[in-house]
């Protein structure tokens, strides 16, 4: 089967806002055998995110392809960039997604705008600076908390449905899709890497979901639904644990809210994808796609009468899990806000002229690094850095 045709560009997030917190999976922004990591540190306005965006729109035009990793605090800014065909990746290496170099100089390197900043100026706003800060941390303290009661609402929606889950019909309906996406491949002598990502965030704007650019390129897509608790996240497991053991690499997208919980499977090797499509962000398909999806539906495996004593249960949780989740994005805005004002103090004292030439002789040592006549490089999925 051919191998996933690569969008020329997929947008994903690689932490997230979740009911434990901030969620970082930036170990897992590009693989062990990258060629350079550029971690770009500095305080907030800087052009961290500006810096990114300019190189990668760069490379794009080259008719490279580019991972854009998205904030979730605020989707409209980049926490990184990785071009897959050249091994390299760019990472705003600052809180709460901290990241430095694990291989220096031979791999890793730290850029930091700071040099670049009025450091006087700065100073000037100090006592703004750090009451503004602290806000901040409150207001996403606030947003946590928040997101904290919705999933413990999730879980008990999901533990009413997993009261009427008839497991044998479960796992029947899980081996058949192992079985049509592994076949009878051997189990390799070396198994495939795992790659952890999230597609979706719960961001100021709301749920933000970048699925689409994903699996666009996938030439064979499973579409799971179900309530929670009806053993979705299950069969994705299962699935990428046959790949994994045949010696495909998998990228697996969780949950948004629930971490632990798994969403989405990519198998790049053989152009396969499973997506669960549960509210908010059901799945309405690819328009003018020639795939046709396969529908899989996990609430023909919950018992109806059980369904039915719960259903007042379940009505109730998901109202009262988006009520929590309403408040939470309400206050994830109210950070931004002030982050937005937090900027103010620094972007008017940074020399971006400065930067920009800076951004312009770290393209060319990407360019460098890597030609863009190179055959593409294998995707893995453990961490440069």
Not at 14 to 22: D, L, Q, S, V, Y
Request: with cysteine; hydrophobic share 40%.
């Amino acid at each position: 089967m051919a191998e996933i045709a690569r969008a020329l560009a997929r947008r994903m997030f690689a932490g997230g806002n979740t009911a434990e917190g901030f969620r970082s999976f930036y170990n897992h922004i590009i693989g062990q055998d990258a060629a350079r990591v550029i971690v770009i540190k500095g305080g907030p306005g800087v052009g961290k995110s500006t810096f990114m965006k300019r190189i990668a729109d760069h490379i794009t035009r080259l008719g490279q392809s580019v991972d854009f990793f998205h904030c979730s605090s605020d989707p409209s800014s980049l926490d990184g960039v990785v071009f897959p065909e050249m091994g390299v990746a760019l990472i705003d290496g600052t809180a709460p997604h901290t990241v430095d170099p694990r291989f220096p100089g031979a791999v890793d390197e730290i850029l930091y705008l700071g040099d670049y900043w009025d450091e006087s100026a700065i100073r000037a706003s100090r006592d703004d600076i750090v009451e503004c800060t602290r806000n901040i941390s409150r207001l996403f303290q606030r947003a946590y908390r928040f997101l904290r009661t919705a999933g413990d609402v999730l879980d008990d929606w999901s533990e009413a449905n997993a009261e009427a889950l008839i497991t044998g019909a479960a796992n029947k309906i899980a081996r058949s899709v192992v079985e049509q996406i592994a076949g009878d491949a051997p189990v390799a002598d070396c198994p495939g890497a795992e790659r952890h990502l999230f597609a979706s965030a719960i961001t100021p704007d709301g749920f933000v979901n970048y699925l689409e650019t994903v699996v666009s390129g996938c030439s064979r897509r499973y579409v799971v639904r179900g309530g929670p608790g009806s053993g979705k996240s299950t069969l994705i497991c299962r699935v990428a644990a046959r790949a994994v053991e045949c010696g495909m690499d998998v990228e697996l997208f969780h949950c948004s809210l629930n971490p632990a919980s798994l969403e989405h499977l990519v198998i790049p090797s053989i152009g396969t994808a499973i997506v669960t499509s549960v509210e908010p962000h059901e799945w309405k398909g690819l328009p003018g796609s020639s795939v046709d999806d396969v529908i899989i539906d996990m609430d023909q495996c919950l018992d109806p009468a059980t369904v039915r004593r719960n259903r007042d249960i379940i009505e109730y949780d998901r109202n009262l899990m988006h009520e929590a989740m309403s408040r939470a994005v309400h206050f994830l805005g109210e950070a931004r806000r002030a982050h937005h004002f937090l900027e103010s103090f620094y972007t008017p004292n940074i020399d971006f002229d400065a930067v920009g030439e800076l951004r312009d002789k770290t393209l060319q040592r990407i360019l460098a690094t890597a030609r863009p006549t190179e055959p593409p490089r294998p995707r893995r999925g453990r961490s440069a850095s």
